[in-house]
């Protein structure tokens, strides 16, 4: 991990041009890119508006590495300032991967940042939890939870039914291991895996275990272990709020990447841009195994299924009980003639490649906002000015769409205003105590929430004459709209 160097994370634009009917081409050609940690999932911008959000993309790939965008300008001309040099408005074109992250600014915190999903480790100062499938010994298998003990010593804990494990490192010999320390109640001390070669305490290993054999803690009519049949895999909790808003990432199908939110009564994922794009927990009945699948429910196969699209590495052994508690990470597949490449699904955690102890995170819980990281201490926040507005059910389409506290004209600071309608506002009323989002005046939402910075998720009431369901306020992921405030 250390020898990685981040210079050769970069990315050329080239051949820039506008056509007559509006249509924005480019060339992006990513240098040295075997050297990324992660392909990445392109954000493009102008004038600091998602084109990704309001228009059409299409990228098509011209050799490895290399890719050709198109970008449908029709949108955003109303928010284009007109009359105005390129220079002095700040038309300018910009390319952004979510794959990696550039903090700069901010001191010894600066350098490149990647998701947490890399290769055949995990850090552990992510959010995610691991799920650990054992074929072989089966009591063994489920959602082991991070839990930060004292001394910002981390475990991953498993608890049920009288019995604990846990996955752990241990210093005197520099390697994580896995035990049984409660078994019917009682404490024991069963230590079934370790790591082959020793390792860091900041990450865990995914691959490279072997059995553990000790006269002590295992006599010769133990159940013999196979390290063949174990499998982690980084997983984010369902039941978390650290999990309210998740990245799927560089899905050669491009519909389907993007940011999801948790519609918790339904038990899935939903799409921020389009609801038809889900992420759902699946038993298969004729195998009794279980994965997630992200699906499609614009298209039906059979008359009466979501076709699918990707599926997750199996959550359970056959047989087992229902694992539905988190969501792999890791290791996903394309179903049929899915195009390109699997995606990446993460928490919207990142941490520095040559120091994981410098991470940062977003949640939707505590105001929805970004935080940078030394280790565990929390040392900067940071947030956005640009937010979206979607739907649940059905749409309000007056509603529905970008908001920015700058990037438009007029602006109506601290009002948030929507980019393509500089009528409608979502804003705070402080003599209301309340988050307000109004179309020329007239109200046709509020929120009780009383942060007067950063609007509400969710807990919306309708109060106006407008159609649709009632909204979900998300604060946008892209790392360079972040302002950093350091602690």
């Not at 949108?75 to 952004?96: R, W």
């Not at 295992?218 to 808003?245: A, E, G, M, R």
């Amino acid at each position: 991990m250390t020898s990685i160097d981040p210079n050769n994370f970069r990315i050329v634009i080239s051949q820039v041009k506008i056509s007559v009917n509006a249509i924005l081409s480019f060339v992006v050609k990513e240098v040295c890119p075997d050297k990324i940690p992660e392909k990445n999932t392109y954000i493009i911008k102008v004038q600091g508006i998602e084109m990704n959000n309001l228009t059409t993309v299409d990228k098509v790939k011209i050799e490895d590495g290399v890719w050709q965008f198109s970008v449908d300008l029709c949108p955003i001309i109303p928010a284009l300032i007109p009359g105005v040099p390129c220079e002095a408005s700040g038309n300018t074109l910009e390319v952004e991967g979510t794959a990696n992250m550039l903090v700069a600014g901010s001191g010894e915190y600066d350098g490149f940042y990647t998701l947490t999903c890399i290769g055949d480790f995990m850090s552990i100062f992510a959010k995610n939890g691991i799920n650990l499938i054992d074929e072989c010994k089966q009591e063994l298998t489920g959602y082991y939870c991070r839990v930060v003990h004292s001394l910002n010593k981390v475990l991953y804990e498993r608890v049920g039914g009288g019995n604990k494990y846990i996955i752990f490192f241990y210093a005197p010999k520099g390697k994580w291991y896995i035990k049984q320390v409660v078994k019917n109640g009682v404490q024991v001390n069963n230590i079934f895996y370790e790591q082959e070669e020793q390792g860091s305490p900041e990450e865990v290993p995914l691959t490279g275990w072997k059995a553990y054999i000790s006269s002590v803690t295992c006599s010769k009519s133990c159940p013999p272990c196979n390290p063949d049949k174990l499998s982690l895999q980084p997983c984010i909790p369902f039941d978390d709020n650290t999990s309210n808003l998740i990245l799927v990432n560089c899905s050669g199908f491009d519909a389907a990447n993007g940011c999801y939110y948790k519609d918790a009564a339904n038990s899935r994922f939903v799409n921020v841009r389009d609801p038809n794009l889900m992420i759902r927990y699946v038993l298969e009945q004729k195998t009794a195994l279980a994965c997630w699948i992200i699906m499609d429910a614009s298209t039906q196969v059979d008359g009466n299924h979501a076709s699918q699209i990707y599926k997750s590495p199996s959550v359970r052994p056959s047989g087992s009980g229902s694992c539905n508690a988190c969501v792999p990470c890791c290791g996903w597949q394309k179903i049929c003639q899915t195009p390109g490449d699997p995606p990446q699904v993460t928490a919207l955690d990142y941490y520095n490649l040559i120091n994981p102890r410098h991470n940062m995170s977003y949640s939707s819980s505590n105001g929805g906002g970004w935080s940078l990281f030394d280790g565990f201490t929390e040392v900067g926040q940071g947030l956005s000015d640009h937010h979206i507005v979607v739907r649940t059910d059905s749409t309000a389409p007056v509603v529905d769409g970008a908001y920015c506290l700058t990037c438009v004209v007029p602006n109506n600071p601290p009002a948030f205003t929507k980019v393509l309608d500089t009528k409608i506002l979502l804003e705070y009323n402080a003599p209301l105590t309340r988050w307000e989002i109004k179309n020329g005046g007239v109200v046709l939402f509020v929120s009780d929430s009383t942060n007067p910075v950063v609007p509400p998720f969710d807990g919306w009431t309708k109060v106006g004459p407008v159609d649709g369901g009632l909204p979900l306020v998300l604060n946008t992921i892209l790392p360079s709209s972040i302002n950093w405030v350091l602690l």
